[in-house]
């Protein structure tokens, strides 16, 4: 595919509060970084968030993206799949594709 690389990418989207334990999670599982979004909204199983900080950052949903390499993965996905075992959140992972791979090493 044109000279680009085939990765994974995730995005999970959980109230600010575990954003922390989701980035130390792509940390651990040898991503190499991540993307914040902060101040997310949205309606799911849990009713409708608003994207605005009402009290305080905690009271807000945050979507973390990451794409590391498809053999880092799944130590990945399954740490998250269980720490949304115990918390409201969402993840979706996809097939990526990127123009520089050594970024994701």
Excluded: W
């Excluded at 990418?9 to 651990?28: F, H, Y």
């Excluded at 849990?46 to 994207?51: D, E, N, V």
């Amino acid at each position: 595919m044109n000279n680009l690389t085939k990765m994974t990418r995730l995005e999970i989207v959980v109230p600010a509060r575990d954003a922390p334990a989701i980035r130390e999670l792509v940390s651990s599982a040898g991503a190499t970084g991540y993307t914040s979004v902060s101040g997310v909204s949205g309606i799911g199983h849990h009713g409708q968030h608003s994207g605005s900080l009402l009290f305080n950052e905690y009271d807000t949903l945050t979507m973390l993206i990451t794409v590391l390499p498809p053999d880092k993965a799944d130590e990945l996905i399954n740490a998250v799949r269980e720490l949304l075992n115990t918390s409201s959140g969402v993840m979706f992972v996809a097939e990526t594709y990127v123009s520089r791979p050594d970024y994701f090493q």
